[in-house]
Structure formats: structure tokens, C-alpha cells
């Protein structure tokens, strides 16, 4: 297959992936694995694809984020939206304690591919029961400390390769009481410097050489992403949340089988 032809296809798989909960570190490790080649550890790529998720967060949740810094700016105060951003920098702080320190041997797990297709099935667990728990009282806006925590804790967890960051965060907000679009709109803004933060790392930490399949693949992922937001926020409304659960058990299971 034609590089261009990868790069898209990684880009789709990225776009898709990053925000339905079924895990994009998970697909394209498995993914990467197969097709070989200049794709396996190319850092600069992967920074590109996850750039293009995180301008497809900016632009989809773009009114709700420019509310948040209008309320926190003087005249025009808010003290729930103070709260909010507080408690995403507390989010964020949580996921770096504690990701941080065992970044590189979290990192070495991307190449045992048994462990990726495990973590896929646990990604199935936390999606199956996020219809399922939670009291759903906390309507937008209402978000606590604790909460905050306990989200940071569960995005740390997604650093494990195959574990989705938006199940998991979502879970993890839905579990705390959070209704559940608001847990998933927290989720995805609080996810912005999350990405930004490992997407800085990455760069910084690596050589890389650009070229025009990094614009190629970023490209797709964002407009991709656009359009898996939109889904992911209609399951939510309807309660169908249970369908990503399926797809993760079933290609954990294949995975697990080819190998």
C-alpha cells in the first residue's frame, strides 16, 4: 500500500479512535505492528495524528471553551467556570504525578501486543458500564475536586496502551454522579492539555524528519474526528454507550486469537 494511503488510513484510525472508547493507542500500535516498516516508531507522526484530535476538540467544543475563559476574565466573573478550569488543572496535575514517573515503562508495553489486546478488553468493561452506574445528578457545570481527581486518576490509566482515554474519563465521570454528556464534555476539554502535554514530550524527547505524510495524516484525523465526536455524543444521549464494549471484547479477543 502507498505511504499516502497509510497515512490516511493511520489518520482515520487515529481520528476515529481517540475519542470513540476503544482505545487509539491500542489500534495503532496493533495497526503499526502490522504494517511495519517506517511506521513503527515514528514519533513525529503520532504527534502529528494527535494534533489533529486535539483542533478537532478546540473546534467542536469551541463555544463551550471560550465561555469557560470569558468566566474567569474581570467583568465578566463566573465562579463556576473558575471552578471548572481549576478543576481541570487539577486533572491534568493528577495524570502527571502519577503518568509521569513510569512513562518509559508504560511506553515498552507498546511492543508486547498480548498486553494491548488485554487492556482492549478492560477498555470493554469500563464502556459497558458507564450506561449503568452513576446517579447522573450533576448536570454541566457541577463538577468537584474529588471528581476532578478521580478523572486525573482514570486519564492516567489510558496511558497503558490499549486502555481509552475517553471511555475510561467518561467512566470515570459518570461513576462520580456527572451526567453523561457532561462527563464527556469535561472529558475532551480536560483532554486538551493532556495532549498537548505528551505531545510536547514526544516531540521534544525525539528526532524527527518532516514531511508532507505527517500534514497528510494530521489532516485526517481532525476531520475524522469531528465526525466521531458528534457519534460519540449521540450514544450518549440514547444510552447506547454498550456498543463500543462489544467492539472492544471483539477485536481484543481477535487479536488475542491471531496471535
Known amino acids: 500500500m502507498p505511504d499516502f494511503l497509510i497515512a490516511i488510513l493511520l489518520g482515520t484510525i487515529q481520528g476515529l479512535t481517540e475519542f470513540l472508547p476503544v482505545s487509539s493507542s491500542g489500534h495503532l500500535a496493533i495497526l503499526q505492528s502490522i504494517i511495519g516498516g517506517r511506521w513503527v516508531g515514528d514519533v513525529f507522526f503520532d504527534v502529528s495524528i494527535h494534533l489533529g484530535s486535539l483542533l478537532a476538540v478546540i473546534v467542536y467544543f469551541r463555544r463551550e471553551i471560550t465561555d469557560l475563559l470569558k468566566g474567569i476574565l474581570p467583568g465578566s466573573f463566573k465562579r463556576q467556570d473558575a471552578t471548572i478550569i481549576l478543576c481541570i488543572i487539577l486533572t491534568t496535575a493528577v495524570t502527571g504525578i502519577i503518568g509521569l514517573p513510569v512513562r518509559k515503562p508504560i511506553e515498552s508495553l507498546f511492543g508486547f501486543p498480548k498486553v494491548v489486546a488485554v487492556m482492549l478488553l478492560i477498555t470493554g468493561v469500563l464502556t459497558f458500564l458507564t450506561d449503568r452506574v452513576g446517579s ?21 490509566l489510558a496511558l497503558l496502551p490499549g486502555i481509552s482515554r475517553s471511555g475510561s474519563t467518561i467512566f470515570a465521570g459518570v461513576l462520580c454522579g456527572m451526567e453523561r454528556t457532561w462527563a464527556a464534555t469535561y472529558s475532551f476539554i480536560a ?69
Open 136 to 156: 447522573n445528578k450533576k448536570v454541566y457545570g457541577t463538577v468537584t475536586i474529588r471528581d476532578a481527581a478521580s478523572i486525573g486518576f482514570f486519564q492516567a
Open 191 to 259: 483532554s486538551i492539555p493532556a495532549i498537548i502535554g505528551v505531545a510536547s514530550i514526544k516531540w521534544w524527547s525525539n528526532p524527527y524528519e518532516a514531511s508532507y505524510l505527517h500534514l497528510v495524516g494530521g489532516t485526517t484525523s481532525f476531520i475524522v474526528g469531528l465526525i466521531s465526536l458528534r457519534f460519540l455524543v449521540w450514544t450518549l444521549k440514547r444510552n447506547t454507550f454498550f456498543i463500543f464494549s462489544l467492539y472492544c471484547w471483539l477485536v481484543g479477543l481477535i487479536y488475542l486469537a491471531f496471535l
